[in-house]
């Protein structure tokens, strides 16, 4: 499965970028953000093009374009995101015009990875993005209390059979070690009615997304990352985020909200930006996609 990078066009239109600025992707993936930036801010702006995940920063570099030598790629996570600025470019002060985030996984990581992301495959129940994760998900679910995996399941992936799913988890793992994503998701078939959702989605969809969620620490990071961000940026430069769950968004939105209040920002999508119809027949991923937009105040 071909990477398909969500909303370029609207990422494009909201960052703007120019002739010789110089943008941070903090979601590099495979690159998709990255090679469009690159196209607009030729013949000398470059791209800080951040991974948590080190394969990730070894499949961009297979893309192999003659616009490398503009992109700057960094092996850590955005959570530390001034720490990286400083340590690699420390002479862009002043000369950030746009930073993005770009929140969704990847197709490499659901097909190729072998981390138990996808239900496709049986895997092991992996589910970390890179070397940060200090838990896994098997952890998590055959040693972590039956009420704190019902908290994060029902909190995280907003999941209404939370109870059910977190009760039968630990009935079975005293049988036998939940070790992979099919014995997980046999699980979660047992556990919530037969008609689930009617079949609009997967019965472990909500349940694998919190787990994802708490083992990369994606919400925390992703607060922690977007005032370092705000403060980094030039004034008059932009920051993109597509998020993918509503409490991603929410965060986004919240902080938005509170730095427009504060004078350091103006909001430039009073809504989220949705893709259109074609994209989401052309990919289905990109269905839950919302984008937020904001440009720096002077200040």
């Known amino acids: 499965m071909v990477h398909v990078p969500v909303l370029v066009e609207e990422v494009l239109y909201y960052l703007d970028p120019r002739p010789n600025d110089n943008f941070i992707d903090c979601t590099v993936g495979e690159g998709g953000h990255t090679i469009a930036i690159l196209e607009k801010n030729a013949p000398n702006g470059k791209v800080l093009a951040i991974d948590a995940d080190p394969e990730q920063i070894k499949n961009y570099k297979l893309t ?3 616009s490398d030598n503009r992109v700057i790629l960094v092996n850590d996570n ?5 720490k ?3 340590n ?3 002479n862009w002060q002043g000369k950030i015009r746009g930073i993005l985030f770009d929140l969704g996984m990847s197709s490499w990581h659901l097909e190729k990875s072998k981390r138990g992301f996808s239900f496709r495959y049986n895997e092991d129940l992996d589910m970390c993005y890179g070397k940060t994760a200090t838990v896994s998900a098997k952890e998590i679910i055959n040693q972590w209390p039956s009420q704190e995996i019902e908290r994060i399941i029902k909190e995280y992936g907003e999941e209404r059979y939370a109870w059910r799913i977190a009760d039968k988890i630990a009935k079975q793992r005293k049988q036998k070690t939940i070790l992979t994503t099919f014995d997980l998701i046999e699980v979660i078939r047992e556990a919530v009615p037969k008609n689930y959702e009617r079949g609009r989605i997967h019965p472990a969809t909500r349940t694998f997304q919190a787990l994802r969620i708490v083992v990369n620490q994606e919400l925390e990071n992703l607060k922690v990352a977007l005032p370092q961000a705000l403060e980094i940026l030039s004034p008059g430069g932009r920051i993109v985020v597509i998020s993918f769950h509503s409490l991603e968004d929410r965060i986004v939105k919240n902080f938005f909200k509170e730095k427009a209040k504060e004078g350091k920002i103006k909001i430039l999508t009073k809504k989220p930006v ?3 119809q074609e994209e989401i027949e052309k990919n289905k991923k990109s269905h839950s996609a919302k984008l937020r937009a904001a440009v720096k105040l002077t200040f």
């Open 88 to 90: 690699f470019c420390p």
């Open 84 to 86: 990286i600025v400083e």
């Open 64 to 66: 192999k374009r003659d």
């Open 78 to 82: 955005f959570k530390n995101l001034k």
């Open 274 to 276: 949705i893709p259109s």
